[in-house]
């Protein structure tokens, strides 16, 4: 078993970590760090306001037993050197100090932005882009680092790169418009959306998401060239919106494609493309990678996205697009907190620890 932390463990994103990691095959979850405000409490008081005394988890499965009574370590007391993965979940401006930190001894699985737009440093999503986990190694050696830190993208690129992949590989693609309607949960929870500001409500704009998606999609599918990734040379613009949804990120997205491409061969190529998916033995991959609907009501986040424990992308609507010469559209649905982040990143060590990387 490999010994593993979790940064950031109280949070949105952090609970999933602690749901991920509950009797894993290979990862066994032995300490657990989050703000001084959490520092030195069970688990399970930590996660509990301290003013309403509400217990703010917000998952369908129960606190696992397991991590109830852990004692919620202060980053600083984490000696990196006693784990041999880390796992951080927290937000990008302390993301940036601590995560190089552990980076000298330990390798770091990350789901913040603070390093993905550096150049040796991969935007990792198993199944889509594994060779770009070799840079890992460049990283290490260019550092002077016996650990990585690794990122996983920002969970709107999630889905949108999976479903992008198999028509790039077939069509080739020009052109990417997508509009989000994404989940509460993916705004975490401290300070977390307002619900006054969201009931009834949507909310056109989401600070930097758009930059994120547009830069992100084209590093995750571009090139492995001489030690580094060149982009892939398409154009992506895209509106992020919140939506009063829970969890799970829809996304309607219209794509250009260099060769003509009908509903019907795209279907094909994404589902022969989850048939054949890289990763399919991994012990967290999901039955089916992409699923593909034709029933035109489907993908919706409350019937959809817990498909496969959330680790499934969920196609629908897909149909030929009537304003490019060439061009398809379709609507997506990602679970913003299991594929697309702490979930995924344990799915993403499974893949650095079959590959010898970690
Ligand atoms: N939510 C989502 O769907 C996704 C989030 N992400 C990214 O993952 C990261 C975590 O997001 P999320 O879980 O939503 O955020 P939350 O705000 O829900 O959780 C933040 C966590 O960080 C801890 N924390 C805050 N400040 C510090 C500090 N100074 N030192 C140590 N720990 C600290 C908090 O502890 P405490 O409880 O004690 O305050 C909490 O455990 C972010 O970078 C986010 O952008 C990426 C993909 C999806
Ligand atoms: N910003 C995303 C989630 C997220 O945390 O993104 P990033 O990891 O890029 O900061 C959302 O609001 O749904």
């Known amino acids: 078993m490999l010994k593993v932390a979790v940064i950031g463990a109280t949070g949105a994103v952090g609970q999933e970590f602690v749901i991920a990691l509950n009797r894993h ?67 990008s401006d302390d993301a940036k100090i601590v995560e190089p930190k552990f980076a000298k001894t330990t390798p770091v699985i990350s789901t913040a932005a603070a390093f993905r737009y550096e150049q040796d440093v991969p935007i990792l999503i198993p199944g889509i882009n594994d060779n770009h986990a070799e840079l890992l190694n460049l990283q290490r050696k260019n550092r002077g680092w016996k650990g990585f830190v690794a990122p996983l993208p920002n969970c709107t690129t999630t889905g949108m790169a999976i479903t992008l992949k198999p028509i790039l590989d077939r069509f080739g693609i020009e052109k990417v418009f997508m509009t989000s309607m994404q989940a509460l949960s993916g705004a975490g929870r401290s ?68 060769q003509t491409a009908d509903a019907e061969e795209v279907k094909k190529e994404m589902l022969k493309f989850s048939k054949n998916v890289s990763i399919k033995d991994l012990p967290t991959a999901p039955k089916d990678y992409i699923v593909v609907h ?33 061009g398809i559209k379709y609507v997506l649905l990602s679970h913003n907190e299991k594929m697309g982040s702490a979930k995924g990143a344990v799915l993403l060590a499974e893949l650095l620890k079959d590959r010898n990387i970690l």
């Open 25 to 91: 095959k290979w990862f066994e979850l032995t300490q657990v760090a989050a703000s001084e405000r959490s520092a030195g409490k069970k688990y399970i008081d930590a996660i509990r306001d301290p003013n309403s005394g509400i217990l703010r988890w917000h998952n369908r499965e129960e606190v696992p037993e397991y991590v109830k009574n852990m004692v919620v370590s202060k980053v600083d007391d984490i000696k990196p050197e006693n784990f041999d993965l880390i796992f951080t979940a927290l937000e």
């Open 294 to 326: 034709d029933d035109p009501t489907r993908p919706q986040p409350r019937i959809d996205r817990e498909l496969n424990d959330g680790m499934t992308t969920v196609v629908g609507r897909l149909r030929k697009d009537t304003a490019f010469d060439n």
């Open 191 to 258: 300070p977390g959306v307002i619900a006054l500001d969201i009931m009834d409500n949507v909310i056109p704009y989401i600070p930097k998401e758009e930059e994120k998606v547009q830069v992100e999609t084209k590093k995750i599918l571009g090139a492995m060239n001489n030690g580094s990734i060149a982009p892939a040379p398409l154009k992506v613009s895209c509106t992020c919106t919140r939506v009063p949804v829970l969890d799970g990120h829809t996304e309607s997205v219209f794509v250009e494609t260099e």
